[in-house]
């Protein structure tokens, strides 16, 4: 059964550097979002993305965020400079086109920002 | 803004014993809502949603528009049934978002 796959599982970084996490949605899926969760707290929206372009985001979301799908298979999200409290677990999801279809998650890449 | 509410953070109950685990949702628009589950060091996968009306692993989900809930049950818990799950409204259509609680951490004992 495809699965929704992200890259790495780990990072760990030093506040203020740029990271870029890594995510392979399910190949004929159309809907590409980001969520996160910092610990002992909600998993929450960052952004959706369809048709190479942003079609959400959330107030989380400011420009240190930015999102890309380079080539036929990656979606990123960059932290161009990360805070503290950018530390969380970050899911990525894709779904199909068919309305309130269901979206697949992936593992989740642990942000850890010293 | 739509907001969704899990009032359990833990809930524990003996294998073979009935189990809710509660949900309350605040929208104003029509509300689609979904149950996550995350099996421990697994991903998070969707148990059920409301416009299937179906049953999974014996869990059912009714909503219930007059008191903005959307209950999870399960009638004898087993095991195996030990998670943390999430309910979560959706809202945008083929593009949507999801809004999720907080999530409860069910433990089932033998």
């Known amino acids: 059964e495809p699965e929704v796959t992200q890259t790495p599982s780990h990072q760990v970084t030093q506040m203020g550097q740029e990271v870029i996490l890594r995510c392979v949605p399910i190949?004929?899926?159309?809907?590409f979002y980001w969520y996160r969760q910092i610990l002992g707290q909600k998993v929450e929206f960052l952004v959706s993305?369809?048709?190479?372009?942003?079609?959400?985001k959330s107030e989380i979301f400011d420009d240190q965020f930015s999102v890309e799908r380079p080539d036929g298979s990656n979606f990123t999200l960059k932290i161009r400079s990360t805070k503290l409290e950018d530390s969380a677990m970050y899911f990525c999801a894709s779904s199909g086109s068919l309305s309130y279809n269901e979206q697949f998650f992936g593992p989740g890449t642990r942000l850890t920002v010293l | 803004a739509q907001r969704v509410t899990q009032p359990e953070k833990l809930l524990s109950v003996f294998k073979g014993a009935p189990v809710e685990l509660k949900c309350n949702y605040s929208y104003s628009g029509s509300p689609e809502l979904f149950w996550y589950v995350q099996y421990s060091r697994q991903r998070l996968q969707l148990l059920l949603r409301?416009?299937s009306r179906e049953s999974i692993k014996g869990f059912t989900a009714d909503l219930n528009k007059g008191e903005t809930s959307f209950h999870l049950k399960k009638p004898f818990a087993q095991e195996e049934d030990s998670a943390m799950y999430y309910c979560?409204?959706?809202?945008?259509?083929?593009?949507?978002?999801?809004?999720f609680g907080k999530g409860t951490l069910l433990t089932v004992n033998p």
């Open positions: 409301h416009i």
């Open positions: 993305f369809y048709n190479n372009e942003i079609s959400e």
């Open positions: 190949s004929n899926h159309l809907y």
């Open positions: 979560a409204l959706a809202s945008g259509g083929s593009n949507y978002k999801l809004t």
